[in-house]
């Protein structure tokens, strides 16, 4: 069936490095790639998204690539901040309503 | 701004009990849906629902069901709560299923954490 891979599980990046987590779905028909962020106790939230017909789009810190043809996208953050702290979570959009939820990444920025 | 509103944040049941989870949205979506979260397992669909009255079962309703009554209301029915469904379980809604963005983007509520005992 369809499904999302997502990596790592834990992430711990010095404040002021870069993180990046990737993700691979399996579903070529999937055309719409969100990244939500929840902080501990809180919803998840839409940081960044990107489309299947662009190759990367970029908000401030946060980047989001995709490569189509190798089925993986990656989120990247610049200059990490304890406030980055969270759970990030890739999905992928299909071709039917389901929106596919990576496992998870619990991202540990340490001052 | 999109709000979607979980009306219980934090619940304990008995086992055999039923339970019922609320959730209201104000942004007059179409599509409203019921997620469970669990550590490593990321977020799972339990049910989704594309109009009033109408439903479809995601990756895993088993234990579950759903009823929307109106528009704005959807809400998560568990018939006979056993300890294997403790979760935190998410509501989210969005404008559209299919066609162009930004209509099929989630909107996630605050959550409910569930625990039975």
């Known amino acids: 069936g369809e499904n999302v891979e997502q990596h790592p599980s834990t992430l711990s990046v010095q404040e002021g490095d870069s993180a990046v987590i990737k993700c691979t779905y399996s579903?070529?028909?999937?055309?719409?790639f969100p990244w939500y962020k929840q902080e501990l106790g809180k919803r998840p939230q839409l940081i960044i998204d990107?489309?299947?017909?662009?190759g990367e789009k970029k908000d401030q810190r946060i980047a989001v690539t995709l490569n189509k043809t190798a089925k993986h996208f990656s989120l990247h953050i610049t200059e990490t901040q304890p406030e980055d702290s969270a759970v990030y979570f890739c999905?992928?959009?299909?071709?039917?309503?389901?929106?596919?939820f990576g496992t998870g990444t619990r991202l540990k920025v340490l001052a | 701004d999109v709000k979607v509103t979980q009306s219980s944040r934090y619940l304990v049941k008995r086992t055999g009990e039923k339970v019922f989870l609320e959730c209201v949205q104000d942004?007059?979506?179409?599509?409203m849906f019921w997620y469970r979260q669990d550590p490593g397992l990321g977020l799972r669909l339990i049910y989704f629902?594309?109009?009033?009255?109408?439903?479809e079962k995601g990756d895993i309703p088993e234990g579950y069901s759903v009823s929307r009554e109106k528009k704005e209301r959807f809400s998560l029915i568990l018939e006979s709560a056993s300890t294997n469904q403790t979760s935190m379980y998410l509501c989210?809604?969005?404008?559209?299923?299919?066609?162009?963005?930004?209509?099929?983007?989630?909107?996630f509520g605050e959550g409910s954490w569930l625990t039975v005992v």
């Open positions: 989210a809604s969005s404008l559209v299923l299919t066609g162009a963005f930004p209509g099929n983007t989630i909107y």
């Open positions: 579903d070529s028909a999937s055309n719409y």
């Open positions: 990107i489309r299947s017909n662009v």
């Open positions: 999905a992928a959009r299909g071709g039917t309503y389901k929106y596919i």
């Open positions: 942004m007059d979506h179409e599509n």
């Open positions: 629902s594309y109009d009033v009255k109408m439903k």
